[in-house]
């Protein structure tokens, strides 16, 4: 195991994930290309931080690279991924094998895409406790009832036999943040988690994202490209452009008075409700 | 926003056309484009062997009207029929009933060769501006395209109305020999506005037109409808998830759930006083820039049902908050309620309680 405990000296007390001066590259067919410059950012304990960015801003590398999941011609050439005192980008596959499942669970658009369509729900739930827990298959199976329970499946006894394809889109979503969840981990990092549902159901994951953040006091980093849901649900908020943050604080100050050119930009283009309609002027057929 | 607009956030009572109504039972004005009336779609239903194979309702009941130059907006969640009535609007899909009268002739009625030249004045745009474009052909080809297959104009004139409709829609020259690959989403979409343009339509059926684009590009787009509505007249139906953007584009908006229009009129007064709990449900559910953080607000639970088996009754009782006996056993029809259209029993007393 090559993670090592740094204490660092400028960190505050309830920093969960520190990422500093993070810089990734691509090789592709013209050439190496940085694709993130020096990113930096902090995950407090316990709260939500929103990246924000368009697409191409590189706010999904950014996680991928958390992860240690950057595509394979992708590289980490610089920079350091503090997680609970631990360099994630220094440690070996394995603790980040260990980290991805106990430390920090992963939810992502596709809840379709990321669930096993050949298992029934209770049977990946259980795979994933039996992988990183110590708790006896009873214990499983009353945990995965529990998690079911926890994240607003209706019926969970009934459920845990059922297959993916069997549920909506909204309470697939569901699912996967329940096996994100299985292990308590301390971060949940949600990549644009709600961007492929409904209005209705996404008021309904970000509720639920919401109770559970206070009910488990786990920390959130939330990826989203929509600045009315960082105003749902961010306390911190990364600005990120061309591989770039741009800007990062507090979600009401950069929501209210951003300071950055581009996030003022951002928040112009936005259509928001509490701009009037336009007025239908009467004219005559051609 | 011209300053012309301003005025109707002070009197949003008065702001309603009282002469002309916003039913579709009124009579015809002058400045009517198009009337749709009593429009369904049902898929499947066939008789097979010993069985009958189940009938999606995907359009149930819909009627609305669209003046020129006007924006209705149609709203809904997946799923609700609102693609489905813009496809039937042009043409796109063949109605199981009702009628769609624009400038005064049946489209139902059409026959193909009839319809042909009908598409040219009612044009539609996709959510997908790359999917719409054909690969192999350069940007000024494909703009020129329905000219030619129109035979609209001299064709020795074609390349320069090619230029103007280029200029119209803000792209640069220099992409008129590209690729529609080698162009970003939102030239795209813009090239796709370009040729539906080029048929100089009266209306255009706008199908999530800017769902797939970055905000920053997305704002570009819509301003470019707006101001190509100011100048050529043209109608749009414009059919959208995100109430938002809908807010900045519609004069009218429709909601549509399960197959059916339960809510419509002017967009401000509709926003601001909701009187289906539908409406006021998608409204409570949009992430936005002027709601605070963790301020409480009513959620629908459950998921949508399914249109193949639409509840009994008010199509929204398995999911309305304030459902009473009466919805599950009584079909509300669309009524007038002031200037507005509901299609809730109980749509006078969200009125008078808010």
């Known amino acids: 195991m090559t993670g090592m405990t740094i204490a660092e000296p400028g960190e505050g007390k309830n920093t969960l994930l520190a990422v500093e001066d993070l810089t990734v590259g691509f090789r592709t067919a013209r050439g190496y290309a940085d694709v993130l410059h020096a990113v930096s950012f902090r995950v407090e304990q316990g709260r939500t931080t929103c990246v924000v960015g368009e697409s191409g801003s590189g706010k999904s590398v950014t996680c991928q690279a958390i992860l240690g999941l950057v595509p394979r011609n992708g590289r980490r050439t610089g920079g350091r991924i503090l997680f609970a005192g631990m360099d994630l980008a220094a440690a070996d596959?394995?603790?980040?094998?260990?980290?991805?499942?106990?430390?920090?669970?992963m939810v992502f658009q596709d809840p379709l895409g990321s669930l096993n369509p050949l298992h029934t729900v209770g049977a990946q739930l259980r795979e994933t406790l039996r992988l990183h827990t110590d708790l006896s298959e009873l214990q499983r199976q009353k945990r995965a009832l529990d998690l079911l329970a926890m994240v607003g499946i209706p019926e969970p006894e009934q459920r845990l036999a059922s297959y993916v394809h069997q549920f909506s889109g909204g309470m697939a979503q569901r699912i996967m943040i329940a096996m994100a969840l299985a292990c308590e981990p301390q971060l949940l990092i949600a990549d644009e988690p709600t961007t492929a549902l409904d209005v209705t159901i996404q008021a309904q994951i970000l509720d639920l994202l919401n109770r559970l953040k206070a009910e488990l006091g786990m920390a959130i980093l939330f990826i989203t490209h929509d600045l009315g849901v960082v105003a749902e649900m961010a306390d911190t908020v990364v600005v990120m452009r061309h591989g770039r943050v741009v800007e990062t604080g507090p979600a009401a100050r950069v929501l209210s008075a951003p300071e950055a050119p581009y996030t003022q930009t951002l928040l112009a283009a936005m259509p928001r409700l509490d701009v009037a309609a336009p007025v239908y002027r009467q004219r005559s057929a051609r | 926003?011209?300053?012309?607009?301003?005025?109707?956030?002070?009197?949003?009572?008065?702001?309603?056309?009282?002469?002309?109504?916003?039913?579709?039972?009124?009579?015809?004005?002058?400045?009517?484009?198009?009337?749709?009336?009593?429009?369904?779609?049902?898929?499947?239903?066939?008789?097979?062997?010993?069985?009958?194979?189940?009938?999606?309702?995907?359009?149930?009941?819909?009627?609305?009207?669209?003046?020129?130059?006007?924006?209705?907006?149609?709203?809904?969640?997946?799923?609700?029929?609102?693609?489905?009535?813009?496809?039937?609007?042009?043409?796109?899909?063949?109605?199981?009933?009702?009628?769609?009268?624009?400038?005064?002739?049946?489209?139902t009625r059409l026959t193909p060769k009839d319809w042909q030249r009908q598409r040219r004045d009612v044009q539609m745009i996709f959510q997908n501006p790359q999917s719409a474009l054909d690969p192999r052909l350069t940007i000024a080809r494909q703009i020129r395209e329905p000219l030619d297959l129109h035979?609209?104009?001299?064709?020795?004139?074609?390349?320069?109305?090619?230029?103007?409709?280029?200029?119209?829609?803000?792209?640069?020259?220099?992409?008129?020999?590209?690729?529609?690959?080698?162009?970003?989403?939102?030239?795209?979409?813009?090239?796709?506005?370009?040729?539906?343009?080029?048929?100089?339509?009266?209306?255009?059926?706008?199908?999530?037109?800017?769902?797939?684009?970055?905000?920053?590009?997305?704002?570009?787009?819509?301003?470019?409808?707006?101001?190509?509505?100011?100048?050529?007249?043209?109608?749009?139906?414009?059919?959208?998830?995100?109430?938002?953007?809908?807010?900045?584009?519609?004069?009218?908006?429709?909601?549509?759930?399960?197959?059916?229009?339960?809510?419509?009129?002017?967009?401000?007064?509709?926003?601001?006083?909701?009187?289906?709990?539908?409406?006021?449900?998608?409204?409570?559910?949009?992430?936005?820039?002027?709601?605070?953080?963790?301020?409480?607000?009513?959620?629908?639970?459950?998921?949508?049902?399914?249109?193949?088996?639409?509840?009994?009754?008010?199509?929204?009782h398995t999911r309305c908050p304030y459902a009473q006996p009466r919805c599950s056993a009584e079909k509300p029809e669309l009524r007038a309620v002031d200037d507005r259209r509901v299609r809730c029993h109980f749509a006078e007393d969200f009125r008078t309680a808010s």
């Open chain 1, 93 to 105: 596959e394995a603790t980040l094998e260990r980290i991805r499942g106990r430390g920090i669970g």
């Open chain 2, 1 to 107: 926003m011209t300053d012309a607009q301003r005025p109707q956030t002070q009197g949003p009572q008065m702001q309603g056309p009282k002469t002309q109504g916003t039913g579709s039972q009124e009579r015809e004005m002058p400045d009517t484009l198009l009337t749709v009336t009593h429009l369904r779609r049902h898929f499947g239903g066939r008789h097979a062997l010993l069985r009958r194979e189940r009938t999606i309702r995907a359009v149930e009941d819909v009627s609305l009207t669209l003046r020129v130059g006007e924006t209705l907006g149609l709203v809904g969640e997946s799923g609700c029929g609102k693609s489905t009535t813009g496809r039937m609007i042009v043409g796109l899909e063949t109605p199981s009933g009702g009628t769609i009268t624009f400038k005064g002739r049946d489209l």
């Open chain 2, 151 to 316: 035979d609209i104009g001299a064709r020795a004139g074609r390349d320069e109305e090619v230029a103007r409709l280029m200029q119209a829609v803000a792209l640069p020259v220099e992409l008129a020999d590209r690729y529609p690959h080698q162009i970003s989403g939102g030239q795209a979409q813009r090239v796709v506005i370009a040729r539906a343009l080029a048929m100089r339509p009266s209306l255009i059926v706008c199908d999530e037109p800017v769902s797939a684009l970055d905000v920053s590009v997305q704002a570009t787009v819509t301003d470019l409808l707006q101001d190509l509505q100011e100048r050529l007249d043209i109608a749009y139906l414009f059919i959208s998830h995100d109430l938002r953007v809908v807010k900045k584009l519609s004069h009218r908006v429709a909601v549509m759930y399960l197959g059916q229009i339960v809510e419509e009129g002017l967009t401000d007064p509709l926003y601001r006083q909701p009187l289906h709990p539908y409406t006021m449900a998608l409204l409570a559910a949009i992430p936005d820039l002027s709601v605070a953080k963790g301020e409480p607000r009513a959620r629908l639970v459950g998921d949508p049902p399914s249109p193949a088996n639409p509840p009994s009754g008010c199509h929204f």
